[in-house]
């Protein structure tokens, strides 16, 4: 029984996205990854709005002090089992952004990540192999 | 014997269990068909061509965290899923699926099937209105406005079929067409087509729910096996509406050759199809512009098809 529901979450994850104070470089990628070229709906991903629908948050920029509490309440609004991707530089680390005064840094000091991208900006075809690897995390256990 | 016949029919074929291999077939088809539609290639992955991804989707909200947030109505919250499937399950028992009802057939049972369609907007109302969540407020509040617009359109569209053929029993409509209805009544069946996109809250008038606005309209508090309760409740109401479509305007089961239960579901798939179509060709409309635009054209289009409806009749019968 736990085979098929991992089978399921495996072909399943659905997004929820979010900018944190990015400079919309990464945010136009990660869009451009759901567009019809890339069409992430044949691994069965589905855009969502609302983060109580969602499996898997994609987070892009720096993370300032004002936003912070937000990103938080997001995450926890979400069911288990869920999944963070930081997509681009500026969120896994701060980016050029980082030892700003209102910059706290890459979104793990906010809350825990299970995948990082790296890139400035993200390439659609990095986020679509991030997703693909926390596939393949999943299958592994 | 007869009684174990019956639970068979009733629970298994053409029932519970086949109308909701159906639901899911539906929705496969119908994001499939979209996907296409908007030269992309849909779901791929889950099984040959993606085939399982709706049982794959319902599964893994099945398997997560049920949140009840803080300040909803713990009842009505917890409970409009059900009766959100059970609904449409219900009404599906009346459908002509292989030539005679599931469940029964009587004199005036589509009136009782436009009554539960109704009653199921009034549960999205409250689902919507006991989460307290802003977002599911004004969505609660636009389904019930968008129903007073395109509830009236379709009963009067369904009405001048019951005028043509002289019986409110919907077997009896689908078994005794002369001709499909849609080639006597095409201004009736765009009529019925386009609020059943509405009753569906299918893309023109996907207002209720626009993720663009309203987060996820009144479904933004569910989440895990509510909202996959409610996500099956849409498949079975796809399933539902182009059943009544089906039984109405296109003759039923009836056909050469091939059995009517083939005939029944292929004509569905064509609704479907036809569903999905005008869901990649337009934008979704603001509420106002449905609103008035249901009150200014679909209703005098549907008062137009009941008069033409008489004159049909006669000049048939003077011939």
Not at chain 2, 14 to 26: R, Y
Not at chain 2, 181 to 202: C, D, H, K, N, Y
Not at chain 2, 244 to 258: Q, V
Not at chain 2, 288 to 294: N, R, T
Request: aromatic share 12%.
């Amino acid at each position: 029984m736990p085979s098929i529901l991992a089978w399921s979450r495996i072909r399943s994850p659905w997004i929820l996205y979010m900018c944190t104070g990015a400079c919309n470089a990464c945010d136009i990628e990660v869009l451009a990854a759901l567009a019809p070229k890339y069409d992430v709906e044949r691994f069965g991903i589905l855009l969502k709005g609302s983060p109580r629908h969602a499996d898997v948050l994609i987070v892009t920029g720096a993370v300032s002090r004002q936003v912070a509490p937000r990103l938080k309440r997001i995450y926890e609004q979400m069911p288990d089992p869920k999944f963070v991707i930081a997509a681009g530089t500026c969120a896994t680390s701060g980016g050029v952004y980082w030892g700003c005064y209102n910059v706290l840094g890459g979104i793990d000091k906010v809350i825990p990540v299970t995948m990082y991208v790296p890139g400035c900006p993200v390439r659609p075809e990095a986020v679509i192999d991030a997703v693909a690897k926390l596939i393949a995390k999943l299958k592994s256990g | 014997m007869d009684n174990v016949f019956t639970l068979i029919r009733i629970f298994i074929f053409p029932g519970l269990l086949f109308l909701s291999i159906l639901a899911f077939l539906f929705e496969w088809i119908d994001r499939k068909a979209y996907a296409r539609f908007q030269n992309r290639i849909g779901p791929l992955y889950a099984g040959p061509s993606g085939i399982l991804q709706p049982i794959a989707d319902f599964i893994k909200l099945m398997g997560k965290e049920d949140i009840t947030p803080r300040y909803v109505d713990t009842l009505i919250f917890n409970n409009a899923p059900i009766f959100a499937v059970a609904i449409p399950f219900f009404a599906s028992l009346y459908l002509p699926l292989d030539g005679s009802p599931i469940l029964s057939s009587f004199e005036g049972d589509v009136v009782l099937l436009l009554t539960l369609m109704t009653l199921y907007t009034i549960i999205v109302f409250i689902a919507g209105w006991a989460s307290t969540n802003r977002f599911s407020t004004v969505g609660a509040a636009r389904a019930i406005l968008q129903f007073l617009a395109y509830e009236i359109p379709m009963f009067i569209s369904v009405a001048s079929v019951a005028v043509y053929v002289g019986s409110t029993s919907l077997t009896y409509i689908s078994m005794n067409q002369p001709v499909p209805m849609i080639l006597l009544q095409p201004i009736g069946f765009i009529v019925f087509i386009i609020s059943m996109q509405a009753e569906l809250e299918r893309i023109p008038f996907d207002i209720p729910e626009a993720e663009s606005e309203i987060v996820a309209g009144w479904l933004t508090e569910y989440c895990g096996p509510k909202l996959a309760f409610l996500r099956f409740a849409e498949d079975l109401r796809l399933v539902f509406c182009s059943g009544l479509a089906t039984a109405i305007f296109l003759a039923g089961g009836s056909g050469p050759i091939l059995p009517p239960v083939v005939w029944f579901v292929l004509k569905m798939i064509f609704i479907v199809l036809l569903s999905s179509y005008i869901r990649s060709l337009f934008a979704r409309f603001r509420i106002d512009q449905m609103v008035s635009g249901c009150w200014r054209y679909l209703i005098p289009l549907s008062i137009l098809q009941l008069i033409l409806t008489r004159f049909v009749e006669v000049g048939l019968r003077w011939l």
